[in-house]
């Protein structure tokens, strides 16, 4: 049972282009989040979804950042227009429930890095 | 809305010595509390979780929290580290809806 996939591993572009990031949840898993790690700072939530659905978006920046979760296919957050402050790991994890009692388990996260 | 201060940014500690990580939450409603730990360049991985019953939980690798809710608090122990435990370590929240992760407190085991 292969975990949560993330991919690319690593990601470079230049400020201005598009950056897409995709997430393959564990088999069986129907929820969803992405974080967002700063070098030197904790894990910011970013969005939770589940198939179809964005069930809560507060964490993502109303600009350029934009997530889903088809009903077929991995989950990808597109960030447009990419600034340099937008350089950081992206986690996705997934969980087969709701997030209150069931674990999240997380990929290993893409490294942005915008030039 | 729930969150979770991490007192200590940094540990540094020497192998075979105890630690404590220190990690208190503000809620509203119950909550449901965890610790992570991430290592480099990896994804975060369940230490131990708290959602009911006996406040004094055990996880992976000999590490263990206590919930106390009067302190609003759920700090790790572990009675002797090892080099492999250097890592990031997180507290995080959760309420029905969402977690929300501590700044994460990094360990250092020096030998």
């Known amino acids: 049972n292969a975990g949560v996939m993330q991919n690319p591993r690593h990601l470079v572009r230049r400020r201005g282009q598009e950056a897409r990031l995709r997430c393959s949840p564990m088999?069986?898993?129907?929820?969803v989040y992405w974080y967002r790690q700063l070098p030197e700072e904790g894990l910011k939530f970013m969005v939770y979804?589940?198939?179809?659905?964005?069930?809560?978006e507060s964490g993502m920046p109303k600009e350029r950042f934009s997530a889903e979760f088809p009903k077929e296919g991995p989950s990808i957050l597109r960030i447009q227009q990419v600034v340099r402050g937008d350089s950081a790991a992206y986690f996705c994890?997934?969980?087969?429930?709701?997030?209150?009692?069931?674990?999240?388990?997380f990929g290993p996260g893409t490294r942005l890095t915008v030039l | 809305a729930q969150s979770v201060t991490q007192l200590d940014s940094q540990v540094p500690v020497f192998e075979e010595a105890p630690v404590e990580l220190r990690c208190n939450y503000s809620?509203?409603?119950?909550?449901?509390l965890f610790w992570y730990v991430q290592y480099p360049n990896q994804g975060l991985q369940l230490l131990l979780k708290y959602l009911s019953g006996s406040t004094l939980v055990k996880g992976i690798n000999g590490f263990e929290a206590e919930f106390n809710k009067s302190q609003t608090s759920f700090h790790l122990r572990k009675p002797s580290v090892h080099i492999s435990d250097t890592a990031e370590y997180f507290c995080?929240?959760?309420?029905?809806?969402?977690?929300?992760f501590g700044a994460g407190t990094r360990l250092t085991v020096k030998p």
């Open positions: 088999k069986g898993h129907s929820h």
């Open positions: 979804l589940q198939k179809e659905n964005i069930i809560d």
């Open positions: 809620s509203s409603v119950s909550v449901y």
């Open positions: 994890a997934s969980s087969e429930g709701g997030v209150a009692v069931n674990e999240q388990f």
């Open positions: 995080a929240v959760s309420d029905r809806n969402d977690m929300r």
